[in-house]
């Protein structure tokens, strides 16, 4: 069944709270470009909160009917006031860019453990916690093997998560690999394709998977409600594709010349160390799980279908 919006729980009782906070509310932290497709299919009758240390962003969020809550996930006692404010919490922000651990998602934790635990916690994670696999098809029983600074944190966010579940909140972790949408920031490869920057030569190359961000954020809110405790999901679609078959593909539906194909140490030459960071794992990511359990039909399968 695809997911369009949610409905509150209906044994849920807001008891003696105040009549503005008597409906269930779900927390935003990390309230980007999917956190706010996420809070758009949300419905009115549900509060809708977003944490935010930007005052510029204050009033753009409030326009799109979200309460913005002021504070600093690099500011701990700034979090205290989250204590005890929703009843579900959409956790995207990321680890800080440096280090081995991830002092924000525990300070998060930390604060939301003060008062009434959330009653259901999901956690954006990132599918570079399996390092190379080797473009082996895996799923969510894969052991973890983060070959970088950045996978390494985002796996001790996840183990942050789950210990917190063990206090009596419904977690689960959404392992979530490339991002795209024509309508969001950077979101297609029309750009890059322009500049004609390079991609491996197919004995090179990598597999590489991918998720739509309307369909991430539907993904967002069906494991809200019906994730399972302690679950990790794969978020992504059906597309099997190398990186620069990919890119291939985007090219032909732009109407535009394929990138050049260059070997692996031609790459290093030209590409930045991030962009060879991404071309140094290879792996496809089977979302059987995500299908089954959460009950999501994806509305774009393939990215032939949503980049076109």
Not at 87 to 100: D, I, K, S
Not at 106 to 125: D, E
Request: net charge positive; hydrophobic share 40%; with cysteine.
């Amino acid at each position: 069944m695809a997911v369009t919006t949610v409905s509150a729980h209906p044994r849920f009782s807001a008891g003696a709270l105040p009549a503005r906070f008597r409906r269930i509310r779900l927390l935003i932290v990390g309230c980007g470009d999917v956190g706010l497709r996420a809070a758009d299919l949300l419905p009115a009758t549900l509060g809708r909160l977003a944490l935010t240390s930007s005052p510029e962003r204050r009033e753009a969020l409030r326009g799109r009917g979200i309460v913005p809550l002021a504070g600093d996930l690099d500011d701990p006692a700034s979090l205290r006031r989250l204590a005890g404010l929703a009843q579900r919490v959409l956790v995207l922000a990321p680890p800080p860019g440096q280090g081995e651990g991830d002092p924000r998602t525990v300070a998060l934790l930390r604060a939301l453990a003060l008062r009434t635990r959330p009653r259901a916690l999901v956690y954006g994670s990132t599918s570079g916690v399996y390092g190379d696999c080797g473009g082996a098809l895996i799923d969510e029983t894969r052991a973890v093997r983060p070959a970088t600074a950045r996978g390494r944190r985002r796996v001790a966010a996840e183990q942050a998560v789950r210990r917190f579940g063990r206090g009596g909140s419904r977690v689960s972790v959404l392992r979530i690999p490339g991002i795209y949408a024509p309508d969001r920031e950077g979101g297609t490869p029309r750009a890059r394709l322009l500049r004609g920057t390079p991609v491996l030569r197919e004995e090179d190359d990598v597999h590489t998977s991918h998720i739509h961000a309307d369909d991430l954020a539907r993904a967002c809110l069906a494991a809200m409600w019906r994730g399972g405790a302690q679950r990790v999901y794969h978020v992504n679609d059906d597309t099997r594709l190398k990186m620069g078959d990919y890119f291939a593909l985007a090219a032909r539906l732009y109407g535009l010349p394929p990138p050049p194909r260059v070997d692996r140490a031609t790459a290093a030459a030209l590409l930045s160390p991030m962009q060879l960071s991404f071309m140094s794992e290879s792996r496809q990511l089977d979302a059987g799980r995500m299908k089954r359990e959460l009950g999501l039909r994806l509305r774009y399968p393939t990215v032939a279908d949503g980049l076109a």
